[in-house]
């Protein structure tokens, strides 16, 4: 079981009103790990995969929402926060979850994967 939970729950937001969102994030990240000690006897695994920024229409919309009158510039900001200095894809996110879906992962439980180009680390 694999649950995308973006990687607010992670690192503080730099974004002012995310509160409530980053709260959910973090309610995502015990639940999982207290899932996986429920569910290990039953040889159940619990994951949960943590997105930083994803160039896809979520983020387009978020980041025209956080500064209508200049996203490109918004957009420059977020990709200067992370370590890559870009957004990730939809791809390379999917990748993680076939991983932790796979056989090649049979002994990761409870454990919420970033995939967010090092947006966390900083």
Sequence with gaps: MEKPSPSRGRRPSPFPGIAPY??????????????????GESKIRVNA???????NRMMRTLVKEMSPEDPDAMRTAIEGMVALKRYGTNEEVANLALFLASGESSYCTGGVYTVDGGFTAA
């Design 22 to 39: 980053s709260a959910t994030k973090h309610a995502v990240c015990g639940l999982v790990k207290t899932a996986a000690l429920e569910l």
């Design 49 to 55: 995969i943590a997105p930083g920024p994803i160039d």
